[in-house]
């Protein structure tokens, strides 16, 4: 069982940025995969960014150069930093950690841009 506990979100002006955390406090060991989904209202849960434990990144074309992902591998924790963040950018974000083939989600931080 991995524990995600996320922070950051909040309401920002498009433009803005903002910067997520997330950490498995209680997990002893590297995690395979860790990173961010999002989901809109009345959308579908997607991808945002995902980082490895060698530093590989991947992040949906929407976010390429605005967002990085970067995470302390023996800490188990990742970040998100979202820069020029546009209104489309709304949403709940969750925190996703693979290991062992399992798929595990925080409890999702809010996001909103709006002037």
């Known amino acids: 069982q991995v524990r995600l506990m996320e922070s950051g979100g909040g309401l920002v002006q498009p433009g803005g940025s903002l910067r997520l955390s997330c950490a498995a406090p209680?997990?002893?060991?590297?995690?395979?995969?860790m990173g961010w989904y999002r989901q809109a209202p009345g959308k579908q849960r997607e991808q945002v960014a995902l980082?490895?434990?060698?530093?590989?990144?991947d992040y949906v074309d929407a976010v390429k150069g605005r967002f990085a992902i970067s995470r302390d591998g023996a800490k188990n924790t990742v970040w998100l930093q979202m820069n020029s963040l546009k209104p489309e950018d709304t949403a709940v974000y969750f925190c996703?950690?693979?290991?062992?083939?399992?798929?595990?989600w925080g409890q999702g931080t809010q996001v909103a841009v709006s002037s």
């Open positions: 980082i490895d434990r060698d530093g590989n990144t």
């Open positions: 996703s950690a693979v290991r062992d083939g399992l798929n595990y």
């Open positions: 209680d997990t002893i060991g590297s995690i395979n995969v």
